[in-house]
């Protein structure tokens, strides 16, 4: 399953952990390595050597490794935090978990070791932030924070319907992940809704496992590549259904079907399927950063060298600026990296301390 920085808490896979608490924003908390990390200023008012913002897996492993390299970072983790992960249930492609875990637990997990090593999340949504000059400030809640360097990692978020229905059965069948989802789903019928090359490409993908994959697409013109169209066309699993438009995901307990409009006569018409993906494209969450740092052609950050911006100490990790990959283990390897790269930036402004070898 993926990562996603916005959605709301799942109704679904046991959290074991409190991952909701308000920690107040101005308080100087204390670390693993000792004494209190963050000068606070008062009048609402953090200073801090490092802010991560977000916490899926790119911002708590960043701020696992800067704790680790006593960076003392505050994490601004959302109203909503955990990202993507938060909305799966089960996760079977993350290393290390051989009968997978469920998405929550996994990114409460690596709140708790984020925490352990001396990290302060505060569950708040950034409402701007400053990077003319040093230190950076971002505005959360009422307080300011000032810090030297600040690793972005907001992630990017699945488009969805919109439908009540397909809010009610998230991670019951219908999923935004083919990658993360498809497995699920052998020898099942399935739809696929949309009409770009993720709907395309998930469809084809997730033939292995189905028995028919229906696209769903509300016009009879695709913006998908002519290629890929092809290939589906041909596919003896796919069936293409243009001109419809999903009105209802039905079923109480978990999908049973979906209920169709035929946008040009008005029919409706029901289709049993046991799984809908929905893959109408991402929206990367770049709202506050826009008028500081690139954004590219799809509207995702640009990153320069591995990490690095266009803002010197500004850096950028996870699917806020990887619309490739899109996976919460290569989000998590690049917030490693930024952490990686925050900390020798600083070690070269004099601010951070090197750190020793074993500090990673
Ligand atoms: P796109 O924006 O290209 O396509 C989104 C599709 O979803 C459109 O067909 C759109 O319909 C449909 N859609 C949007 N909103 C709704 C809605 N509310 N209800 C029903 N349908 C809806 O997004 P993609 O994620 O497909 O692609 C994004 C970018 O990533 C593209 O540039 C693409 O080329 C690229 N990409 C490349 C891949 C590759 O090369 N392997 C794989 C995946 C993506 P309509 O057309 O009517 O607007």
Known sequence: MRDDKNGAAPAFGGLAIDFSGDTGATTAVATATGGPSTATTGAGRVETKLVVVGSGPAGLTAAIYA????????????????????????????????????????????????????????????????????????????TEYRAQSVIVATGASALWLGLDSETRLRGRGVSACATCDGFFFRDREIAVVGGGDTAFEEATYLTRFATKVHLLHRRDTFRASKIMVDRAIKHPKIEIHPNLAVEEILGDAKVEGVRLRDVKTGAESRLPVDGVFIAIGYEPNTAAFRDWLEVDEKGYLVVHDETGSKVDGVFIAGDVHDHRYRQAVTAAADGCKAAIDAERWLESQGIAEAATATAW
């Open 67 to 142: 704790a680790r390299s006593n960076l003392e970072p505050i994490v601004l983790a959302g109203s909503a935090p955990g990202g993507q992960l938060m909305l799966t249930s089960d996760v079977e492609n993350f290393p290390g978990f051989a009968d997978g875990i469920q998405g929550p637990d996994l990114m409460a997990a690596m709140r708790v070791q984020a925490e352990r090593f001396g990290s302060q999340l505060i569950d708040v949504d950034i409402e701007r932030v400053d990077f003319s000059s040093r230190p950076f400030r971002i505005w959360a809640r009422g």
